[in-house]
């Protein structure tokens, strides 16, 4: 009841701020302008996004001690700037609005929109088909909350991805992306607060292609080294017949 007659007095509104927090982390909720609130009341607040439930923090009354709900203690920790509280080790369901309410002479409140974001992503092979001279690829680049099919192409030569590098923007407002660099396919999620990949070499799933290439190289290898063998041959002979011809030579002048 005393929440709910607080709620119904008029209140000077401040912006509310966007703050991004990795899962995990902790989150500082500072009360602006909270010097001389001696003789107020002070609520922080937290309405749940998925719920849409409101539930108390912590609470100062005049003269008292502050007040830690029962669901978060153990959680809160005070600072030294008295109605300031640091929120421990957050999780998706610490998503929403944090609310400051201050009731005294001078009404005010302070407002975070704290988004915790997870970044995990997984790269699936979903199917692979082989021909005689290529092999095809189709994977499935994923996160909590949205993914991106893409099928990959690769020839005795070289490995190409159908359309390109393939992105989207998350429901999170992350982004999620699909490319290729050399034999490897990535997988990159990142949001503001962190990155991470997940990496699939092709090798792995065309075997072929790669013991072509693999032939391939030892080929190239064995004709660049007899290459090297005849050329080193050819270039003994002709030093040899310079050497010959130069004794030859001295010798017709000592006779």
Not at 78 to 90: A, D, E, I, M, Q
Not at 202 to 210: A, L, S
Not at 214 to 239: A, D, P, T, Y
């Amino acid at each position: 009841m005393l929440i709910e007659s607080l709620n119904a007095i008029w209140l000077r509104s401040s912006a509310v701020t966007p703050v991004f927090v990795q899962k995990g982390d902790d989150v500082m909720l500072n009360l602006t302008e909270a010097d001389d609130l001696e003789y107020s009341a002070v609520f922080w607040n937290f309405n749940n996004k998925s719920s849409n439930k409101e539930s108390v923090l912590v609470r100062w009354l005049p003269g008292t001690e502050p007040q830690v709900s029962p669901g978060y203690r153990g959680r809160i920790e005070f600072t030294v700037k008295k109605y300031c509280v640091k929120l421990k080790t957050l999780q998706e369901t610490d998503s929403g609005v944090y609310t400051a309410q201050v009731f005294g002479d001078d009404k005010q409140t302070t407002q975070y929109n704290v988004t915790v974001q997870v970044s995990p992503v997984k790269l699936t092979v979903d199917s692979v088909s082989s021909s005689s001279d290529s092999c095809n690829l189709t994977v499935t680049c994923s996160t909590q909350d949205s993914h991106i099919n893409s099928t990959f192409t690769c020839d005795n030569k070289t490995c190409s991805q159908e359309g390109g590098e393939r992105s989207e923007v998350t429901t999170s407002a992350a982004s999620l992306r699909v490319y290729l660099v050399n034999d490897s396919i990535t997988c990159n999620h990142s949001n503001q607060v962190s990155w991470t990949k997940d990496v699939t070499k092709i090798q792995g799933f065309c075997p072929r292609r790669h013991g072509k290439i693999e032939k391939q190289n030892n080929q190239r290898i064995i004709k660049h080294s007899l290459e090297s063998i005849l050329f080193s041959i050819g270039l003994i002979i002709m030093v040899s017949a310079v050497i010959s011809i130069h004794v030859m030579v001295k010798l017709k002048k000592q006779k």
